[in-house]
T-cell receptor
Framework: DTGVSQDPRHKITKRGQNVTFRCDPI?????LYWYRQTLGQGPEFLTY????????KSRLLSDRFSAERPKGSFSTLEIQRTEQGDSAMYLC????????????FGPGTRLTVL | AQKITQTQPGMFVQEKEAVTLDCTYD???????LFWYKQPSSGEMIFLIY??????QNATEGRYSLNFQKARKSANLVISASQLGDSAMYFC???????????????FGQGTRLTINP
């Protein structure tokens, strides 16, 4: 049983550069979520998709952030013109539509902006 | 607005003892789901247990059980016979609404760092 995978696991970039992260959900899951976690805090919701439709975006998701899920499979999260405040762990989760709708998380991508 | 409160920043427990991690929540939605996740130092969030607001019985999964007190809006995680490998951050989270109606975000608490001493 293949879980949620994320790539890369670690990313170090310089301020002002663009970065893109990828998430591959569990194959039968139609829902996909992105969260951001800073040190010592719980994850904070960024956005989610049901199939290919992006249904909600958090106010945390500034116009420098964009997420896509073409064809309802993998998803990408792009951050343009990175800032030091973007340094965090970016977590992806997926779930299957149902009563519990349990979200299963990937290993995360740790972003460091220098 | 939904809110999750975990009041214990850190807990220290002797191996083989039982431990209770506290979680209180606030929501105006009569239908919601409560989740507990474990986050080891590696960073991955591991799902432990789920409790639905309409579930009549407390959820159990192996050594994990959820003490659900709806009137008090609490959903405490109980770990029986703790092991060294239980040392990690533990997060309580809530989802408003039933999952069948549409994808819903999770709102997380601040977490509790559990340390199991040998």
């Amino acid at each position: 049983d293949t879980g949620v995978s994320q790539d890369p696991r670690h990313k170090i970039t310089k301020r002002g550069q663009n970065v893109t992260f990828r998430c591959d959900p569990i194959s039968e899951h139609n829902r996909l979520y992105w969260y951001r976690q800073t040190l010592g805090q719980g994850p904070e919701f960024l956005t989610y998709f049901q199939n290919e439709a992006q249904l909600e975006k958090s106010r945390l998701l500034s116009d420098r952030f964009s997420a896509e899920r073409p064809k309802g499979s993998f998803s990408t999260l792009e951050i343009q013109r990175t800032e030091q405040g973007d340094s965090a762990m970016y977590l992806c989760a997926s779930s299957r539509q149902g009563a519990t709708d349990t979200q299963y998380f990937g290993p995360g991508t740790r972003l460091t902006v220098l | 607005a939904q809110k999750i409160t975990q009041t214990q920043p850190g807990m220290f427990v002797q191996e083989k003892e039982a431990v209770t991690l506290d979680c209180t929540y606030d929501t105006s939605d009569p239908s919601y789901g409560l989740f507990w996740y474990k986050q080891p130092s590696s960073g991955e969030m591991i799902f432990l247990i789920y409790q639905g607001s309409y579930d009549q019985q407390n959820a159990t999964e192996g050594r994990y059980s959820l003490n659900f007190q709806k009137a008090r809006k609490s959903a405490n995680l109980v770990i029986s016979a703790s092991q060294l490998g239980d040392s990690a951050m533990y997060f309580c989270a809530m989802r408003e609404g039933p999952g069948v109606q549409g994808a819903q975000k999770l709102v997380f608490g601040q977490g509790t760092r559990l340390t199991i001493n040998p």
